[in-house]
């Protein structure tokens, strides 16, 4: 794969993990509020919690009710369970169990009362005389269970709660549930259907794929660079090189085309041009420059062989008299004369020939000898040798 090519995906899979791991903090993060609502609208008259709902994700719980109509009045009692289940006695409620999902409400809609039930308290039955007269003379089902009845009774006449909220349309309220049995009782004045339910809790979101999206994607991006740089980096050395050995390669094949032309290298005539040569005559073809043939030496001057210079002929041998030897420079007494014939050789040595009857004298002897000693007959005893001998010394001396 190409170098340049495995540093542009590098990038971009950095880009793409540091993309995913911002969008799991923000847009993908999950609300920090829980909030959870009753999947359709009450048709009873009141909605109640059951024990441990309202700090079922944490303690703090906001409690929003709202009325179908905005000129209704709402009401959100907060009791203990039992408080409320006592007032209720008689009456059809939807009895809050839990959570569906994070944003659905779990419910149940409560409208028998079986004997196996827990009866309520006296404060309850004091304090709720009407619903248990209603009670002793409700109906029964098959299972022997008596049938819930409405008495449109108004729970914001009752003393039984620890804290009310009212409000006209909808109605609010922040609740701490830490360590308690508390519930909440939701209704409008009692002689209409319950208000729709909502319960938000505080919850805390972490994002576990932020850091390390963060960190992987920067390494990414980090090594994509890198590789991109070097690639660069790469490409233009190999510019470099290349021009380098283009440059080199020109040079070459200049010395080669001047060393061809200056000494040609004449071989077989047959054998077929190299490549370079080949080159080379092209080039000099091209540019109309002269070329020669290392086969056979033959000079091209833009493609066509130019036409052999003629040679000037060698000059013959003459004879060369005695005089013309001698204004030549030979040397007298030589016994060959280079250029000459027999006969002009034989003449030269006759009149170069000494005379054998004159005897050999020292230069300068004529002239220092005196003539008794030339004409001085032979001595033929020791006496006169050693007379003339002391005479020769005595001359010298002189």
Request: a negative charge; charged letters at 20%; proline letters at 6%.
């Amino acid at each position: 794969m190409n170098r340049r090519m495995l540093s542009v995906i590098i990038a971009v899979l950095g880009l793409i993990a540091i993309v995913l791991a911002v969008c799991s903090a923000t847009v993908w993060r999950p609300s920090s509020t829980a909030r959870a609502s009753l999947a359709q609208s009450p048709d009873q008259h009141y909605v109640v919690t059951e024990q441990g709902v309202l700090s079922l994700v944490e303690s703090d719980v906001e409690v929003t009710a709202t009325a179908a109509s905005a000129d209704q009045p709402v009401l959100i009692a907060v009791g203990h369970v039992q408080d409320i289940k006592a007032w209720l006695a008689s009456d059809p409620y939807i009895l809050v169990t839990g959570l569906t999902d994070w944003d659905t409400l779990e419910s149940t809609a409560v409208t028998t009362s079986c004997p196996e039930e827990a009866t309520p308290t006296a404060t309850a039955e004091a304090s709720a005389a009407p619903t248990a007269e209603a009670t002793a003379t409700a109906t029964t089902d098959a299972d022997g269970c008596a049938v819930l009845e409405n008495s449109d009774a108004d729970p914001a006449d009752s003393d039984l709660w620890i804290k009310t909220e009212t409000g006209t349309g909808s109605a609010t309220l922040e609740l701490d549930t830490a360590g308690s049995d508390l519930a909440v009782l939701v209704a409008t004045d009692g002689a209409s259907t319950a208000p729709q339910v909502t319960l938000a809790w505080p919850r805390h979101v972490s994002t576990p794929w932020l850091i390390p999206g963060l960190i992987v994607g920067g390494l990414l991006l980090l090594v994509g660079v890198f590789l991109f740089l070097i690639d660069i980096q790469t490409r233009r050395a190999d510019e470099q090189r290349r021009a380098r050995a283009a440059e080199r390669a020109a040079r070459i094949a200049q010395a080669d085309s001047v060393a061809t032309v200056g000494i040609p290298q004449i071989g077989d005539p047959n054998r077929p041009l190299t490549r370079r040569e080949q080159r080379d005559k092209e080039r000099a073809e091209a540019a109309g420059e002269e070329w020669v043939d290392p086969r056979t030496g033959a000079v091209y001057v833009g493609g066509v062989q130019a036409p052999a210079v003629p040679q000037a002929p060698a000059p013959e041998p003459e004879e060369l008299s005695a005089d013309a030897v001698e204004a030549s420079g030979a040397a007298r007494g030589s016994a060959v004369v280079p250029g000459l014939d027999a006969e002009t050789t034989a003449a030269h040595r006759s009149a170069r020939e000494l005379d054998e009857t004159e005897p050999f004298a020292v230069a300068g002897e004529e002239e220092t000898a005196s003539p008794e000693t030339e004409e001085m007959p032979a001595v033929e005893d020791g006496t006169a040798a050693d007379a003339n001998t002391d005479e020769s010394d005595e001359e010298h001396q002189a």
